[in-house]
């Protein structure tokens, strides 16, 4: 390891950067976005419902499934679950569906959604 | 409390390469965050860029000054609801699945930090790291608002493990982006390669990658946070691959001139200022041997993207923990690449993705 001594070290790897503090983004910061953060406000609360009516449905369809194959359910069947490919990905669509169906309102009329998923952004000029 | 059996601390096992969260119900909440955040960020990405660029311009229009603070781009283009919604949703999201992947392992934090005690001694692999070391202020950062950022958790890595499985929104799923990059990492030009190494390796696994590919080199992953690489051991040793990691800052490494012949970062260079920058070509130059080969993997320049990309980049900065990106994508990194003495690979500036930025250094 290095011979200085930790704050020594720490002294140099600095060395020319205290203008860092003062950069936007690296105080995190409590941000809204309209005029009246109770707006922000609620719609944080629209998208904390979305998932927990999610976790709901999610919990409802295992619950299907294994009463369907195994005839019975528990709590620690639920938690060990782990869905078949088929069965994750008819869950994938169903949630995709839910979601778009709730929030559809949220971007009407700005122009056709691009694709719905991550596209190695970092590494695609666009 | 006795040795921790991973099986019995991961009650739900593994998802690829990385630990399940510990309910369904935390799950089935992240699910739904990924979702929503590919249907209503990444769908929506190019809508906004173009609306907020369109904005801007005609603000500068009309009053001849282009806005360039975060507090005046704000006030132009946040009058647009479905902008103001967009920044509100990414925030939201970004901020609810770092606390909810938080919450779910916190239920056994004691047992996962002591999982890390005892890899810690453990291999195959090793890690060292100091438990005295004194972080300078640029690497204290919430990077992504990750709260502690990479440095200022013990259970940060972990926590950031399924945050980043959240963030590719199932396209890094098992650790396929990385390994894709490792496998595309160009070589020296004599096909030598007997020790590799990936600085800012976070939880090592472009690492295990480069692990994979070069099996009998001596492969190394250093980053300056000591949670990142005591994870990324502990993550590798699940893998039964033999990896070193080490807490070091990439600018300021504990190896000999001459010692690698590749050094690779993946999308570090955007998360560190200029001048740290500049010190890490500089250490990776002197720790290559002549003939050696650095690749860097990271964002485009501003000059090859779009109005639009640099709109939403710099909202990125601002509201998402990255204040070094912007930095990052003006600061004319192949220019730097040469200044640090390394001889650049043709590449297109448009199809990063094939090879990233690669620079030889001269034999």
Redesign the interface.
């Known amino acids: 390891m290095s011979k200085q001594t930790p704050d020594e070290r720490a002294k140099k790897l600095s060395e020319g950067l205290d203008y860092v503090k003062e950069l936007p983004g690296f105080e995190r910061g409590h941000p809204h976005y309209f005029k009246d953060p109770m707006i922000d406000h609620l719609l944080e609360i629209v998208l904390q419902l979305g998932a927990e009516m999610w976790i709901i449905r999610d919990r409802q369809m295992v619950t299907e499934y294994l009463l369907a194959t195994e005839g019975k359910v528990t709590p620690e069947m639920i938690e060990a679950f782990k869905p078949t490919p088929e069965f994750r990905e008819k869950m994938k669509e169903e949630r995709r569906t839910y979601t778009r169906r709730v929030y559809q309102s949220l971007y009407e009329g700005i122009g056709p959604a691009g694709e719905a998923a991550f596209v190695s952004g970092v590494l695609k000029a666009r | 409390m006795g040795h921790i059996d991973t099986k019995s601390l991961l009650?739900?096992?593994f998802n690829g390469n990385s630990p399940e969260l510990l309910?369904?119900?935390d799950e089935?909440?992240c699910?739904?965050?990924s979702?929503?955040r590919?249907?209503?960020m990444?769908?929506?990405?190019?809508?906004?860029?173009?609306?907020g660029a369109g904005e801007l311009d005609a603000a500068a229009k009309a009053t001849g000054n282009l806005p360039n603070s975060?507090e005046a781009i704000?006030g132009v283009v946040?009058k647009v609801?479905?902008?103001?919604?967009?920044?509100?949703?990414k925030?939201?999201?970004q901020e609810?699945y770092w606390q909810r992947i938080a919450e779910s392992y916190g239920m056994k934090a004691s047992e996962f930090e002591q999982a890390l005690n005892e890899a810690d001694k453990k291999g195959p692999g090793s890690v060292?790291w100091?438990p005295?070391?004194?972080?300078?202020?640029?690497?204290t950062?919430?990077i992504h608002?990750q709260p502690g950022g990479y440095t200022g958790k013990t259970l940060g890595a972990l926590t950031y493990d399924y945050g980043t499985k959240i963030?590719?929104?199932?396209?890094?799923d098992a650790d396929s982006?990385h390994h894709s990059m490792a496998d595309k990492t160009a070589t020296p030009k004599d096909g030598v390669v007997k020790r590799v190494m990936e600085v800012g390796c976070s939880i090592g696994q472009m690492a295990c990658g480069l692990k994979k590919r070069f099996p009998d080199a001596e492969v190394w992953g250093t980053d300056i946070g000591a949670p990142m690489v005591r994870y990324a051991h502990w993550r590798t040793i699940q893998q039964d691959l033999d990896v070193h990691y080490a807490q070091m800052?990439a600018?300021?490494l504990?190896f000999p001139d001459n010692h690698f012949d590749v050094v690779t970062a993946h999308?570090l260079f955007?998360e560190i200022?200029v001048?740290?920058i500049k010190r890490v070509l500089n250490e990776a130059k002197r720790v290559l041997r002549p003939g050696g080969v650095f690749g860097l993997?990271?964002?485009?320049s501003a000059k090859?993207?779009?109005g639009?990309?640099n709109f939403m980049g710099l909202m990125d900065?601002?509201?998402?923990?990255?204040?070094?990106a912007p930095g990052f994508v003006t600061c004319d990194v192949e220019a730097l690449m040469e200044q640090a003495g390394f001889t650049l690979r043709s590449h297109d500036?448009?199809e990063?993705?094939r090879a990233g930025r690669v620079g030889d250094k001269p034999v």
């Open positions: 009650t739900r096992g309910k369904r119900a089935a909440y699910d739904f965050v979702d929503a590919n249907i209503l990444y769908a929506q990405f190019q809508n906004i860029g173009q609306l975060p704000k946040m609801p479905e902008i103001a919604t967009y920044f509100r949703v925030r939201t999201l609810s060292t100091d005295n070391f004194v972080y300078p202020a640029y690497a950062v919430d608002i963030f590719f929104g199932g396209a890094g982006l800052p600018e300021d504990d999308l955007h200022p001048p740290v993997w990271d964002f485009f090859n993207r779009s639009g990309t900065a601002c509201d998402n923990g990255e204040p070094y500036p448009q990063l993705g």
